[in-house]
């Protein structure tokens, strides 16, 4: 056998500057840590809701804010470019679906998710305004 | 032989997490951060907190808040983990335990504010 | 006959022998609208430098070997036109994250080891002979792995895929692709062969879905959607293996 050549690896550092795709990519695993973020802040309304109402209503007057606000309009950009990331690559998670001996197409079900966030969302704001 | 992942379980926790955030998370942050506090759609007296704990003395939605919550931690957890190792800081068991044990241990503290929320 | 205009093409160097790391030189190539990258790069051969080392053979984006990166790109230069580039620079350089033996030629043994990893051939369930007749199929049997049974192994994809610039121990978006090609096949009884690869932290589990891997596929493979399919049997094998430990797959 002949000796390997001798060859060169190029380092990886920086890689995300390399392609538009990359960053993208980046972006939309950074809504997670506004995902997670905005899970602790429940969380702590959780924990003001068992201390008592003087506790909870310091959560609930810092939802008015201007800090809570910026908070809130961050999370939301989070949240939707998240949804619509997760939505766009579904039909590559889900298991081939068949409808009348054909594959539904990939933009149909992304489409039927759109509507579902609808749907949901919908579904969430009426029972909000019902009960709180 | 190769030796199998577990992945599956953080992987689960992750996609449930993902499809909530997705369907769900939006809105909750429109209401709570931007209409409620604005009073667009809901009066002053809107997230109350005797309607809240009147609200979340019921086992079902006091359930389903530490769950949303907890699959949530978990979203965050499993993608920062994984793009921590994107970033530059390889994966080990160290950032592995703090990702999804602060995960494990909000969800535990979640369901346990849920108990208390029902019970007292 | 077009008109004929200079691009210019800077190119990565590096010959093993004199270099510690590559370096880059930029040569004036005239062209025509009809002219590929790679007939650029023959230009330069020909005419400005023989030393210029690449692979190609065919021209025809069917052989798979004159795969390389274009402005971070990675392309077939045989089916990537100069015209579209001017009037800017182009900067060719070889596959990311494959080593480079000299100038645009990598290594690609690592790939073709994870290739042999995957069991890429039918297993019959029951060994056959030619007297056993044809094994036929139905359009919607073929239909069922055609796409992924169009790979090149041009390996555009793992150039494409940070996970395997991060950590080659990952088996890769086309090896991934081409294991779900014989699994979906009719004639084929090596799921539970392949399933251990699959299964693996260096299988579908090494991939986090960034997905440039089935954009770049000059045959539309989409191993993305190969791989992440299989994370969901792989979640399955490993959840009803406790339920059912005699079952299929466990």
């Known amino acids: 056998m002949t000796p390997a050549p001798k060859t060169y690896v190029r380092p990886m550092n920086r890689w995300w500057m390399r392609h538009p795709a990359y960053r993208r990519y980046l972006l939309r695993e950074g809504t997670s840590v506004m995902v997670a973020a905005y899970a602790l802040f429940l969380l702590a309304g959780m924990v003001c809701l068992v201390l008592g109402e003087a506790a909870f209503n310091l959560w609930r007057g810092f939802l008015q804010s201007p800090v809570s606000v910026i908070f809130h309009l961050a999370a939301l950009a989070a949240f939707a470019f998240h949804a619509w990331t997760w939505f766009k690559v579904m039909p590559l998670t889900t298991p081939p679906i068949r409808f009348r001996g054909r594959s539904v197409p990939d933009r149909m079900i992304f489409r039927a998710a759109l509507w579902a966030w609808g749907i949901a969302s919908l579904i969430l704001l009426v029972l909000a305004m019902r009960f709180l | 032989m190769r030796t199998r992942s577990h992945e599956p379980i953080v992987w689960s926790l992750f996609g449930a997490g993902g499809v909530f955030a997705a369907l769900l998370g939006t809105m909750l942050v429109l209401i709570i951060g931007i209409l409620v506090p604005m009073g667009l759609g809901f009066g002053p007296d809107a997230m109350h907190y005797d309607t809240l704990r009147s609200l979340f003395g019921h086992p079902l939605p006091a359930l389903g808040l530490a769950v949303v919550i907890s699959l949530f931690l978990f979203h965050g957890a499993h993608r920062i983990y994984h793009t921590l190792h994107d970033l530059g800081i390889p994966a080990s068991k160290k950032i592995m335990l703090a990702c999804y044990g602060s995960a494990a241990a909000g969800s535990g503290a979640a369901l346990l504010l849920a108990g208390m929320l029902v019970v007292f | ?250």
């Open chain 3, 1 to 250: 006959m077009s008109q004929t205009r200079t691009i210019m093409i800077e190119c990565l160097r590096y010959d093993p022998e004199q270099d510690q790391a590559p370096h880059y030189r930029t040569y004036e190539v005239p062209f025509t609208d009809e002219m590929s990258v790679l007939e650029g790069l023959q230009y330069i051969k020909d005419h400005l430098d023989g030393s210029l080392t690449f692979r190609w053979s065919c021209r025809m984006a069917i052989c798979g070997s004159c795969g390389c990166m274009v402005n971070h790109q990675p392309i077939l230069s045989c089916q990537s036109f100069l015209r579209d580039y001017y009037p800017a620079r182009i900067r060719v350089e070889p596959l990311e994250h494959f080593p480079i033996v000299k100038d645009l030629v990598i290594d690609q043994s690592d790939f073709l080891g994870k290739l042999e990893s995957v069991t890429p051939y039918l297993v019959p369930a029951q060994p056959l002979t030619p007297e056993d007749g044809p094994n036929l199929q139905t359009p919607r049997q073929i239909e069922d792995y055609l796409g992924y049974a169009q790979c090149i192994n041009c390996l555009l994809c793992y150039a494409a895929c940070p996970q395997y610039g991060l950590n080659n121990e990952f088996t890769g978006p086309a090896a991934l692709a081409l294991l779900a090609r014989y699994n979906a096949d009719s004639r084929d009884a090596g799921q539970k062969t392949r399933m251990e690869v699959v299964n693996a932290e260096e299988g579908v589990w090494g991939c986090t879905l960034v997905g440039l891997c089935s954009e770049v596929c000059p045959k539309h493979v989409d191993p993305a959607r190969a791989i992440n399919r299989n994370k969901i049997n792989s979640t399955q094998d490993y959840f009803l293996r406790f339920l059912a430990p005699f079952g299929r797959g466990s």
